[in-house]
């Protein structure tokens, strides 16, 4: 008996042409928590609103550690985070999630990721991104997308821009002790359709639809 006979999950996968995105097993989680402790962004800054990169390189490791193993405990096909890693020749370079909340009555998804610093602007953000927006609304029948980033990463901004979002409003937060401004984003099935340029391949989502809630085809298209 094998893991994904108990957890299906396990056997979800997202391949584009550079990037495989799964869930992590033990030993890709270690490596996904030293590229935390590594670096995730210039210290200067603070993308997150939870600021969980502002503490030491061990601390950074653990809380990605507990992160993950928080999601899988609490998964609900009702309330889900589904974090994936995001690997390139086999080596991890970052993670990838979506998350929904009742997702079968407001079919609704929202995203967040971040790389190893040193791996950074290669492009893939976007084909990280476009491989959960392929899996959202190809594979699970999403009406919207949202995301968020503050006004002063254009990196974050630049790849929804790509991905064909749409500003959604503003939000004011306090990080690392002063006002910051969000700026929310939306993206529609019919937006995601006419800037989809990503090819996506997804293999063992039927045996995991229950998971999002959802039952059979049916389900996914209405």
Request: glycine fraction near 10%; hydrophobic fraction near 40%.
């Amino acid at each position: 008996m094998s893991l994904v006979s108990h957890w299906p999950l396990a056997g979800l996968r997202l391949t584009t042409r550079r990037l495989e995105l799964r869930l992590p097993d033990s030993d890709e989680l270690v490596e996904l928590a030293s590229l935390a402790a590594a670096g995730v962004h210039d210290p200067a800054v603070q993308p997150f609103t939870v600021a969980w990169t502002d503490v030491a390189p061990e601390q950074r490791a653990q809380s990605v550690l507990q992160y993950h193993w928080r999601c899988w405990a609490a998964w609900k096909p009702e309330d889900w985070d589904l974090n994936l890693v995001v690997l390139r020749d086999g080596v991890v370079v970052g993670t990838q999630g979506i998350s929904a909340r009742d997702f079968t009555v407001r079919r609704e998804v929202g995203t967040g990721s971040w790389l190893g610093r040193t791996y950074h602007g290669h492009g893939l953000g976007t084909e990280m991104r476009a491989a959960v927006l392929h899996l959202a609304f190809a594979g699970l029948g999403a009406q919207q997308a949202i995301s968020g980033a503050y006004v002063d990463n254009s990196a974050s901004l630049g790849v929804s821009r790509k991905l064909g979002y749409r500003g959604d409003g503003i939000e004011r937060h306090a990080v690392r002790g002063r006002p910051a401004v969000l700026q929310r984003l939306r993206l529609t099935a019919e937006q995601w359709q006419d800037r989809q340029r990503v090819p996506v391949v997804i293999e063992g989502l039927p045996d995991c639809l229950t998971w999002f809630g959802l039952n059979e085809q049916a389900d996914i298209q209405g």
